[in-house]
């Protein structure tokens, strides 16, 4: 393989396709207006913001109108939750999430909590899946809104979002979800998925890093997450970030219009990476359900060794991947996500997430499963608790 690097953490980030770059040069200089300027390259811009939300209305079954900018997946969760919470507060103050959501929703809900709301975090079974008898159960008089993520960052699992989303109507609650990993990724229809309002960020797809969008479905009041201008519908100040707005709308299109092909590609190298390190490792489990997974999601947790060790010898093989750990953000605490479906501090501390993504290939695939096995074992030749356990099986 010589000194190629190998990335499979599609999850985090995606480089910026050519096709989208393109579409966003002329915007930084040539067409360079204010979109709320009335002179022509002004109307340029504004023509140009109006085109990316028309693509990304259709991109989930939108109207473009219900389809508002922000500057990230995370200003789009933080609008949602507080946007809501602040419109709705004199009919209730109740607000049901999961306890395995991106920290976009847990920190705002945590901020929430201490304006006085209430919020029911509802815990998830061994495949990362919420209850919907739970979500029923949950349910009250004061409760304004559900915000349940379509699909989690780390383990990959997808939840029954359309049947939530029919809980949710039948209850007249509004239903938030956080499809910042979904969207280019999965199939989405707003309409028939029963959801009031969703989250998306431009880098997950291929998109530049910066942009985000919200969408608001039509009659749904919300309150202003950033005031100033008149821009977004007088919903979102600030000057329009015209060349991320540009290539967010073609990196949807893109995503959307090859989704079919590329989630064959990504379930065919997933299931390949699965079955051939169930094979080849002892002592491993795969986090998240086995099915109902994001398609280049892999998420495995390696018994008797540290993620942040495996990480980085993997790292020196050119290989890119992330861990179940949060050690390299300052925390020594293994991930909520994981210990919430029931892993012990030990084992969710050697965790490995691998996301695929359109440039990796079978070749790939057999690098890693050459790999990761000859690192694993080296790992746990120094590991004390795998010696009693090798020790103990010669007895």
Aim: aromatic letters at 8%.
């Amino acid at each position: 393989m010589g000194n190629k690097t190998i990335y499979l953490d599609h999850a985090a980030t995606t480089y910026v396709k050519p096709e989208v770059f393109d579409a966003m040069k002329p915007y930084f200089c040539e067409y360079f207006g204010n979109a709320s300027s009335i002179y022509s390259i002004g109307r340029e811009s504004k023509k140009a913001v109006e085109e990316a939300r028309e693509k990304v209305a259709k991109a989930i079954g939108a109207q473009p109108r219900e389809i508002y900018f922000t500057g990230s997946g995370s200003e789009a969760d933080n609008w949602a939750l507080k946007g809501i919470a602040a419109a709705y507060k004199k009919k209730g103050n109740h607000i049901i999430t999961s306890v395995i959501e991106h920290p976009a929703i847990l920190n705002t809900c945590k901020y929430l909590e201490g304006e006085g709301f209430e919020i029911t975090y509802l815990p998830v079974d061994e495949d990362g899946l919420v209850s919907l008898e739970d979500v029923r159960n949950s349910i009250k008089d004061s409760t304004i809104l559900i915000s349940i993520m379509f699909a989690n960052n780390e383990i990959g699992t997808i939840q029954p979002i359309q049947e939530i989303g029919a809980i949710a109507r039948e209850k007249g609650v509004l239903f938030h979800t956080d499809a910042v990993q979904a969207v280019g990724n999965i199939p989405i229809d707003v309409e028939k998925l029963n959801v009031d309002l969703l989250s998306l960020s431009g880098h997950k797809f291929y998109g530049p890093k910066g942009i985000g969008a919200l969408y608001i479905k039509k009659g749904v009041k919300i309150a202003s997450l950033i005031h100033g201008g008149q821009q977004e519908r007088g919903k979102r100040a600030s000057t329009e970030n015209i060349p991320n707005i540009v290539g967010l709308g073609k990196a949807i299109e893109l995503a959307t219009e090859n989704m079919e092909k590329y989630n064959k590609k990504l379930i065919d190298l997933r299931e390949k990476t699965i079955e051939g390190l169930m094979a080849k490792v002892p002592y491993i489990k795969l986090n998240g359900h086995r099915t109902q997974r994001l398609p280049g999601n892999v998420n495995f947790s390696f018994q008797f060794i540290e993620g942040e060790s495996l990480l980085l010898m993997l790292d020196m093989k050119g290989i890119c991947g992330s861990s179940g750990s949060a050690c390299s953000s300052g925390s020594l605490d293994p991930s909520h996500v994981l210990l919430a479906i029931g892993l012990s501090h030990e084992i969710a501390h050697g965790s490995l997430r691998l996301s695929f993504g359109d440039e990796n290939t079978e070749e790939d695939v057999e690098f890693i499963l050459e790999e990761i096995p000859k690192i694993v074992s080296r790992l746990r030749d120094m590991s004390p608790l795998y010696e009693a356990v090798k020790n103990k099986q010669k007895v």
